[in-house]
C-alpha cells in the first residue's frame, strides 16, 4: 500500500520496522482524531501517573516529574530533585476531613524518596542515601502508611519516617507489591511471591512478618496484581498465569500461555527473524475484576476469571513486546508497545470459533517482499484452546517513534501516552475538543459583547 | 504671469446639490469610483507632462541667487527628463507666505526669531502639465538675513487628482519629513548660537582691555577719535552678545510653544534632547548676562555713559571667561569682526549643515520612503486603500490569507504616531497619545445623537476659560510680536481653509474618491478663522482673534461632531470595532482641537512675552471673557470670509465652503447620509493617514508589501502547478482542510518553487511563513507535522533517507504527499467542487497575478464563509436544553450541505478554517502560532495515489 513511495530506489523498510498488522487508515471507531505533543522531558519518559481527574505526572530517566493539565496540555510543575532516573512513582493522598490532598512520591536509582506537592511544585519531603534503590512503592492507605520496595522492604509514614525494615535473601529484591487484604501483602520475589503481614501495635509502632512464600512459578515473576477483593493474578516470565486467593494464598488457576504455542510456532518465529524468550513473558497485567488481560510477549490474551480460560486472544497484537495495556471496557480494550504505537481492540463474537487472525493479518504481511516466501503468518497456527471471541484492531496511535511505555486514560477527556522518544502525546477527541472550543468562544463572545 | 502658479481649486460647484442617498448603496468607501470626468481620457493627462515618474523636488529660495533646486528623489536625472527644475522651483518658491518678520521690531530690543509653521499648497503649472503638493517650511541659520532659510519639499506629479486625494497623507508626510529637518535645525542653530556667543564674549574681553589700557593711557578729560571708536565697538559687540542670547531664549522656549499644526507631531525624545542642550547652554550664558543686567535699560538710553557700569561687569566677564577656557578647551574662540560680511561674499550654508547630519539622514530616508508609497497611479492607490479598508473590516479572518496588516492597526484608533524618524523609534511607543487626543476624552455612545458640547460642559467650560487666558494674553501683546503671530495665523489659515474646503466638499458631493482627502477633524476648527484684517488692522487684531476663537470653537464643536455622531450610530454594531475606534478617536479630536488652539495661543503668547504676570492678567479676565454670542459672531465673520486669502496662494478657496459649512448645521437630519458620508470619508482618512505614517515610521510594515509582491511571483508557480497536475485540485484540498503535504524531491529547487507557489493555499500561514517549510533534508518528526502545513522534503538515496522514507509511510495518515519527482500525489480522494474554479487546469487565466487577484477572492469568500459559519451560534451549540449533540451535530451538517452547498470534502475545508478561526479568536494575545502549533487535528481517511 506504500510501496509507490518506497518503491524505485529506495531501499525497502526494515523487516523490524514494518507492521505485522494494519488496519489502514480508515478508523471509524477511533476517536481520538487531535493530538497535542508535549515536550518536556529530556529522556526515556517510563511513567505517568493520574493525580486527580485533569492532571497528570509524568516521570522518566532525567529524573524529572512532570506535573501535566490534560485539558489544555499545559505543563503545570516541573519537579526537580532526583539526579538520576525515577524507578517508581505512586500517589498518596490523604484526607483531611472533607478535602484530600494528592501528593506524589517518587522513587530514584540515585537513592533517595521524595514526597512533592503537585500544586505548588515544592519537594515536601526526602530521604536520601537509601541502602539501594526502591523499584516499587505501595500506599496503604487504610493503615497512613507506604511502603517502598527494593533489596530491602520499608514501611514508612505519611511523615517520612521509617517505621520498620525488612532484608531481603534474594539478590534481585522486590519487584512488584500489592496490597492484600487482612493487612497482608505480596511481594514479588524473582520466582517467589512473598506474603507479609503488617502490624500497626498500639504504640502506634509497625512491624512486618512474612507469613508465607509461593515459589509456584518456574520463572521470574513480571506481573503480580489485584484481579478483585478475593483474588489476585500474577504473571511470570515463562508466560505462567497464576490466579491466587487473597486470603489463603491458594492457587485457584493455573494456565500456562503460550508454552505449547510457543514450542510450535518457533519455527516460523526464528524464520521472521525475530524470537526473542520475551516471546512468552508476561509483560504486563491488567483487570477489570472479570477479566485479565494480559500482554505477552507481542500478543494480548484475555482471560475470563469466571470461566478461568482465554476467552480472546491475538498472538501477535504488536510488532514488538507490549508494554502496558489497559481494559477500557469489558469489550475494549487498548495496549501500547515498543513499536511506538497504541492500539485499541474490540472482543468481537466470531461467526466460526476458533479463528482468531483475522483478513488484517493478512493484509499487513502484504508490505513484506518476503512475506511470499513465508510459508504463513504465524498466527495462522491451529491454536489448541478453544477460543471463543476475537480480538479485533479496531484503531490505532501513531505518533511515537520510540517504544510507547505506558498511558493513562482520562476517559473522554483524552488519552495521554508517553515514550522512549522523550515525548508524551495527548490524544483527544476532536469532536469534543471543537464542541469546547466552541463553547468557550461564544463564552468570550459574549463576554467581550460582540467582536 | 511666471510669479502666480496656478492655484488649484479643491472643490467642483456641480456637485455640491447631490443628494437622495440610496439606501442599498454599498459604502462610499468601498465602491468603486466611476471616473468623475466621464469625456476625459485618464491618460491624456500625463501625455504632455515632460517626467515620466512622480518625484519629490527639494528647492531654496536663497537669499543669493534666488529659487534654486536642491535635490529630487529620487535622484535620478532621468526621473525629471526634461522638466525644468529651475522655473518650477521658481514657481513653488515664489510663494512667499511666509512674510517673516526680519530684524528688530519697534519697541523690542533684540531680533526675533519668527517662528513660523509648515505651510502646505496645492499649486499647478498647466502648461508644464505638473502639478504639485508645496510643503514650505523654514529653517534658522544664523548668517542668514533675518536667520531664516525657506526651503519647500514639492511632491511634483502629473497627475492633479492624485495630489488633491491624497492631501492628507502627503500633508502629513512632508510635515514628518519637515519636523524631522527642523528638529535636526534647531540643534545645529542651538550649536551655532552658542559658538557665536563664545567668540563673541572673547571679542568683548579683548576689547574691553584694549579700551580700558587707552583709556589709562590718555588724559581722563578727553577722549581720543580712536578711543570712542573702540568704545562703539565696544557697545556694538555687547548688543550682539545680548541679541544672541536673546536668540538663544528663544530658540529654547520654542520647544515649549504647543503646535498648531495637528500634523507637525514631534517626536518628544528629540525635543528633550534638544531643549536639554539649549537649557544648558541658556544657563550657562544666563551667569553671564545677570550682571550686565540692570545696565541693559541705561544702555539703549545713552549708550555712550554705559562704561562705567559696564567696568564692573567686564571683570566678571573675565572671570566667567577664564572657567570657560577650562571647560571647553576644544574651541578657540575667534574674534568677531564688528560688521559681518556682505551677503554675498560669504557662502550659506548647505541644506545638510543647516541641520545634523543624521536629521538630514534620515529626512530623505523618510522622503523617499514617501515616493516610494506614493508610486503608481490614482487608481492602485486608490483600490489599494479600499483593499486596506475592507481588510479592516474582517480583522478576525484576515490571518488566514491575507498579508499582515497588524502593524498598521496599532494606529487605527486615530492617535498619530509622534514620529521621529532618528532611530530612536522604540520609545516613541511611550507617546502614543500626541496633544491632540489627549484633551478631551468623551466617550461617545453610539446613540447620543444629540451635538456633544452639551453632553460635555465640563470641557466646554474649560475651554473657554484657556481660551479666556489666551485672549488675555494676546491683550498684552505688543504689536510686533502680533505681526509674528498672524503670519502664523495666516499661514494656518491656508491649511484651514484648505480643510473647510474638503469638509464642505465631502459633505456636499457625494463623491466617492474624495475618501481619500476626507477633512481631518482638527482642522476644521480653522475653519471660520481666516481672518484677512490681522494684515491691516493691528488694533482689531486683538478683538477679532478673540472672536475667532470663539467662533471657531463653537462651530468646531457644533458642526463635526454631530455628523460624526451620527456616523457612530449609523455603524452596524457587529464587526466595525476598529470603525468606531477611528470615529471616536475622530470625533475626540474634532472637539479637542479647540482647547488646543486655545491653548496654544496662549503658549504663544507667553513665550512671546515671557514677561506673563498673572497678577497683570487677572482683572482683564473678566473684561475680556466676556461669553460671546456665538452665532451672531459667525455670521458677523462671513463677510470677512468671504474675501480673504485669494492672494495668498492658499489651497481651495474659503469663501464659498466657509458658509457652506456653518450653513450644514441647521440642515444636519436632511442630510444625514450626505454629512455621514463626509464623515466616513473621514474617518478612513484618517485611518489611511495613520496607516502611512506607520509605514514610514517601521520598515518592518513596509514588509507587508514585499510580502504581497512575494506572493504574486508564487502566484505564477501556483498557476503553473494548476495548469502542470491534474491533481491539482487535491493537492490544494489537502492545504486547505488542513492536511499537512509533504513535497518530495530530490532537487531543491524544484521542491522550492512548488511549495512556494502552494504557499497560497495555506491557511493562516503565519506572518512570516511560520507554518510553510520550504527545505528540510533532515528527517522529521511528529512535532514538525504539527508545526509545518507544507513541508519541501529532500529525497535522499541513503539510509537517513530510508528511515525518513519509513517514517513519512508511519506518518501517512497525518500528510499527504506531493512527489515531485514521479510527479504522484498521495491523499485521500476528493470529489468536491468547491475548488473547481480555483484548480481548473483549464483555466484560460495566463497571467499569474491575475491568478493570484481570482485565487485572493476565492479564498476570501471561503474565508467568509467560515467566518459565519465559525460564530453561529445554533451550528455548534444546542439552543435549548433539551437538544442533543446530534441534533447540533445535523443542524450543521444541514447548514454545510444545503445552504453553503458543500460535500463532506468541501465541508472539511470549511471546518478547518472555522478551527483555525476559533483558535485565533480564542488566543489572540498569546500569539496564534504557538497556539495552533500544539493541537493537531486529523482525521482516518484512506489515501489514494494520483498520477499524471
Known amino acids: 500500500m506504500l510501496r509507490w513511495f518506497l518503491g524505485g530506489r529506495e531501499a525497502q523498510g526494515s523487516v523490524e520496522k514494518s507492521s505485522v498488522l494494519l488496519i489502514g487508515e480508515e478508523q471509524p471507531k477511533n476517536c481520538f482524531t487531535e493530538l497535542q505533543v508535549l515536550k518536556g522531558h529530556f529522556d526515556i519518559v517510563r511513567f505517568l501517573v493520574q493525580i486527580d481527574d485533569f492532571r497528570c505526572a509524568s516521570a522518566g530517566d532525567d529524573g524529572l516529574v512532570l506535573v501535566w493539565n490534560v485539558e489544555t496540555g499545559e505543563r503545570l510543575q516541573e519537579l526537580r530533585g532526583h539526579s538520576q532516573q525515577i524507578t517508581a512513582i505512586t500517589t498518596f493522598t490523604c484526607s483531611h476531613g472533607n478535602a484530600s490532598h494528592t501528593s506524589l512520591i517518587t522513587a530514584s536509582s540515585d537513592r533517595s524518596l521524595s ?82 503481614k503488617v502490624t500497626v501495635s498500639a504504640d502506634s509502632t509497625v512491624s512486618i512478618a512474612e507469613i508465607r512464600c509461593l515459589s509456584d512459578h518456574q520463572d521470574q515473576i513480571r506481573a503480580l496484581i489485584n484481579v478483585n477483593d478475593g483474588l489476585f493474578a500474577s504473571g511470570s516470565h515463562a508466560g505462567e498465569l497464576i490466579l491466587w486467593d487473597a486470603v489463603d494464598w491458594n492457587i485457584l488457576a493455573y494456565e500456562h500461555i503460550l508454552w505449547e504455542e510457543s514450542q510450535a510456532s518457533t519455527q516460523a518465529e526464528i524464520r521472521l527473524g525475530a524470537p526473542k524468550p520475551s516471546e512468552m513473558s508476561i509483560q504486563h497485567l491488567t483487570t477489570n475484576g472479570k477479566l485479565i488481560l494480559a500482554a505477552v510477549g507481542s500478543g494480548l490474551y484475555v482471560y475470563s476469571v469466571q470461566l478461568k480460560t482465554v476467552v480472546a486472544y491475538r498472538k501477535v497484537a504488536h510488532d514488538s513486546n507490549v508494554l502496558h495495556t489497559m481494559l477500557l471496557s469489558d469489550s475494549e480494550l487498548m495496549s501500547c508497545s515498543e513499536d511506538g504505537s497504541v492500539r485499541m481492540w474490540e472482543i468481537q463474537d466470531l461467526p466460526l470459533p476458533a479463528e482468531p487472525a483475522t483478513p488484517a493479518g493478512f493484509f499487513g504481511m502484504w508490505n513484506f517482499n518476503r512475506s511470499n516466501k513465508q510459508t504463513g503468518p504465524p498466527s495462522k497456527k491451529v491454536i489448541d484452546v478453544p477460543n471463543i471471541r476475537a480480538l479485533e484492531l479496531i484503531g490505532d496511535l501513531i505518533g511515537h517513534s520510540g517504544a510507547v511505555q505506558m498511558f493513562v486514560s482520562f476517559k473522554e477527556k483524552g488519552l495521554v501516552t508517553c515514550s522512549t522518544d522523550h515525548l508524551l502525546i495527548l490524544w483527544k477527541n476532536g469532536e469534543r475538543q471543537s464542541h469546547l472550543r466552541s463553547l468557550q468562544l461564544f463564552h468570550k463572545l459574549e463576554e467581550n459583547g460582540g467582536l | 504671469m511666471i510669479g502666480s502658479p496656478d492655484v488649484v481649486a479643491f472643490t467642483k460647484e456641480d456637485e455640491y446639490g447631490e443628494t437622495s442617498p440610496d439606501l442599498w448603496a454599498i459604502p462610499e468607501e468601498f465602491s468603486i469610483p466611476l471616473h468623475p ?58 510663494v512667499d507666505y511666509q512674510a517673516s518678520f526680519v530684524g528688530h521690531p519697534p519697541g523690542s530690543g533684540y531680533p526675533r526669531l519668527s517662528f513660523v509653521e509648515d505651510s502646505r499648497v496645492v499649486l499647478g503649472d498647466s502648461k508644464e502639465g505638473a502639478f504639485a503638493y508645496v510643503h514650505h517650511l523654514t529653517l534658522y541659520d544664523l548668517e542668514a538675513r533675518g536667520f531664516v532659510r525657506p526651503f519647500c519639499m514639492a511632491y511634483v506629479s502629473a497627475d492633479e487628482r492624485k495630489i488633491m486625494l491624497q492631501f492628507q497623507e502627503m500633508s502629513l508626510r512632508f510635515s514628518q519629513a519637515s519636523e524631522c529637518l527642523k528638529a535636526g535645525n534647531r540643534r545645529a542653530f542651538a550649536k551655532e548660537l552658542q559658538r557665536k556667543l563664545r567668540d563673541l564674549e572673547y571679542t568683548h574681553s579683548v576689547l574691553q582691555k584694549e579700551e580700558g589700557l587707552q583709556r589709562e593711557a590718555g588724559p581722563q578729560s578727553m577722549y581720543s577719535a580712536h578711543a570712542v571708536e573702540k568704545a562703539n565697538e565696544l557697545a556694538n559687540v555687547e548688543k550682539s552678545i545680548y541679541e544672541h542670547r536673546d536668540l538663544l531664549r528663544q530658540i529654547t522656549y520654542y520647544h515649549h510653544r504647543p503646535r498648531r499644526d495637528p500634523n507637525a507631531v514631534t517626536c518628544q525624545k528629540c525635543i528633550t534632547e534638544c531643549l536639554n542642550e539649549c537649557e544648558e547652554v541658556l544657563d550657562k550664558y544666563a551667569k553671564l548676562s545677570k550682571p550686565f543686567a540692570y545696565s541693559e535699560k541705561r544702555e539703549k538710553e545713552e549708550e555712550g555713559q554705559g562704561h562705567i557700569n559696564e567696568k564692573g561687569g567686564a571683570e566678571k566677564v573675565d572671570t566667567e571667561e577664564e572657567e570657560g577656557v577650562k571647560r571647553r578647551s576644544s574651541y578657540t574662540p575667534q574674534m568677531v569682526k564688528g560688521k559681518s560680511a ?45 483593499d486596506r479598508a475592507l481588510r479592516r473590516k474582517q480583522m478576525v479572518t484576515n490571518f488566514l490569507f491575507e498579508e499582515d496588516l497588524c502593524g498598521e492597526d496599532e494606529d487605527e484608533g486615530g492617535t498619530l504616531r509622534p514620529f521621529c524618524a532618528v532611530n530612536h523609534a522604540v520609545d516613541n511607543c511611550m507617546f502614543l497619545n500626541p496633544p491632540p487626543i489627549v484633551l478631551g476624552p468623551e466617550p461617545l455612545e453610539l446613540d447620543a445623537l444629540e451635538p456633544p458640547d452639551p453632553s460635555d460642559p465640563a470641557s466646554e467650560t474649560s475651554h473657554t476659560q484657556e481660551s479666556e487666558l489666551g485672549l488675555v494674553e494676546s491683550h498684552l501683546e505688543s504689536s510686533p510680536s502680533d505681526q509674528t503671530l498672524e503670519t502664523q495665523e495666516s499661514s494656518e489659515e491656508t491649511k484651514g481653509s484648505l480643510s473647510s474646503d474638503k469638509s464642505g466638499m465631502g459633505q456636499a458631493e457625494r463623491e466617492p474618491n474624495l475618501d481619500s482627502m476626507k477633512s481631518e477633524a482638527p482642522d476644521l476648527d480653522f475653519d471660520l478663522m481666516p481672518d484677512p484684517d490681522h494684515n491691516t488692522d493691528l488694533e482689531r487684531e486683538s478683538s477679532s482673534e478673540d472672536i475667532e476663537t470663539t467662533a471657531g470653537e463653537d462651530s468646531g464643536g457644533d458642526q463635526t461632531p454631530v455628523s460624526l455622531l451620527e456616523v457612530v450610530s449609523e455603524l452596524e454594531a457587529g464587526n466595525e470595532e476598529e470603525c468606531e475606534g477611528v470615529t471616536d478617536g475622530a470625533c475626540e479630536m474634532g472637539s479637542d482641537l479647540v482647547p488646543i488652539d486655545t491653548a496654544c495661543c496662549m503658549a504663544q503668547e507667553g513665550f512671546l ?63 444625514d447620509t450626505v454629512s455621514r458620508i463626509s464623515v466616513e470619508d473621514g474617518s478612513d482618512c484618517t485611518m489611511s493617514v495613520s496607516t502611512g505614517s ?90 514538525d507535522l504539527q508545526r509545518w502545513k507544507l513541508i519541501g522534503l529532500q529525497r535522499v538515496a541513503s539510509p537517513v533517507g530510508s528511515s525518513m522514507l519509513y517514517s513519512l509511510s508511519r506518518h501517512s495518515r497525518y500528510i499527504s504527499i506531493l512527489d515531485a519527482d514521479q510527479r504522484t500525489l498521495r ?38 464563509k467560515a467566518f459565519l459559519f465559525t460564530f453561529t451560534h445554533h451550528l455548534h451549540l444546542p439552543v435549548s436544553s433539551t437538544e442533543g449533540p446530534e441534533v447540533v451535530e445535523g443542524r450543521r451538517r444541514c447548514f454545510l450541505q444545503e445552504q453553503l452547498g458543500l460535500s463532506d470534502e468541501d465541508s472539511l475545508i470549511l471546518l478547518y478554517l472555522s478551527q483555525l478561526i476559533t483558535q485565533q479568536y480564542l488566543q489572540p494575545a498569546t500569539g496564534s502560532s504557538a497556539a495552533a502549533a500544539t493541537c493537531f487535528s486529523f482525521n482516518y481517511t484512506t489515501s489514494v495515489l494520483y498520477k499524471i
Request: hydrophobic content about 35%; glycine content about 6%.
Open chain 1, 115 to 196: 514526597l512533592w506537592d503537585p500544586d505548588t511544585g515544592n519537594r515536601v519531603q526526602t530521604i536520601s542515601d537509601l541502602q539501594s534503590s526502591v523499584k516499587c512503592l505501595l500506599v496503604l492507605e487504610r493503615l497512613c502508611v507506604w511502603v517502598s520496595g527494593g533489596e530491602e522492604l520499608c514501611v514508612w509514614n505519611k511523615d517520612f519516617q521509617l517505621q520498620c525494615q525488612r532484608q531481603n535473601h534474594s539478590d534481585t529484591g522486590i519487584s512488584a507489591l500489592i496490597e492484600l487484604p487482612k493487612n497482608c501483602m505480596a511481594a514479588a520475589m524473582d520466582k517467589q511471591i512473598v506474603i507479609y
Open chain 2, 37 to 94: 470626468l466621464a469625456d476625459s481620457n485618464p491618460w491624456a493627462k500625463t501625455s504632455y507632462a515632460k517626467f515620466t515618474k512622480d518625484f519629490i523636488l527639494i528647492s531654496e529660495f536663497s537669499e543669493q541667487v534666488g529659487p534654486q533646486p536642491l535635490l529630487t528623489i529620487p535622484e535620478d536625472s532621468k526621473v525629471c527628463g526634461t522638466f525644468d527644475l529651475n522655473y518650477f522651483s521658481l514657481r513653488i518658491m515664489s
Open chain 2, 342 to 386: 556682505k551677503c554675498f561674499d560669504k557662502r550659506l550654508k548647505t541644506l545638510r549643515e543647516l541641520c545634523n547630519d543624521n536629521f538630514y539622514e534620515a529626512t530623505v530616508e523618510l522622503l523617499k520612503e514617501t515616493e516610494r508609497s506614493f508610486r503608481g497611479d490614482l487608481c492602485y492607490l486608490h483600490t489599494c486603500r479600499l
Open chain 2, 609 to 671: 512675552y515671557e514677561a506673563s504676570d498673572p497678577a497683570d492678567a487677572l482683572p482683564r479676565l473678566g473684561q475680556s471673557a466676556q461669553p460671546q454670542p456665538c452665532q451672531a459672531l459667525v455670521v458677523n465673520q462671513e463677510p470677512h470670509a468671504l474675501l480673504p486669502l485669494q492672494n495668498d496662494y492658499t489651497v481651495g478657496s474659503p469663501c464659498s465652503e466657509s458658509p457652506a459649512a456653518g450653513l450644514e448645521l441647521p440642515l444636519g437630519n436632511l442630510g
Open chain 2, 694 to 783: 506607520d509605514r514610514a515610521g517601521s520598515p518592518l510594515s513596509y514588509g507587508g508589501v514585499v510580502t504581497l509582491r512575494h506572493k504574486k511571483k508564487a502566484g505564477q508557480g501556483a498557476l503553473r502547478f494548476v495548469r502542470q497536475y491534474p491533481f491539482a485540485m487535491q493537492a490544494l484540498w489537502c492545504l486547505l482542510s488542513g492536511r499537512t503535504l509533504v513535497v518530495l524531491g530530490a532537487d531543491e529547487g524544484r521542491v522550492r518553487r512548488l511549495v512556494n507557489a502552494l504557499s497560497l493555499f495555506v491557511p493562516g500561514p503565519g506572518k512570516c511563513g511560520e507554518r510553510v517549510q520550504a527545505w528540510l533534508s533532515c528527517p522529521y518528526t511528529l512535532t
Open chain 2, 827 to 864: 491523499c485521500p480522494p476528493y470529489r468536491g467542487r468547491l475548488l473547481a474554479n480555483i484548480a481548473d487546469h483549464r483555466t484560460s487565466i495566463r497571467r499569474g497575478s491575475t491568478y493570484f487577484l481570482h485565487l485572493q477572492s476565492t479564498l476570501c469568500r471561503l474565508a467568509s
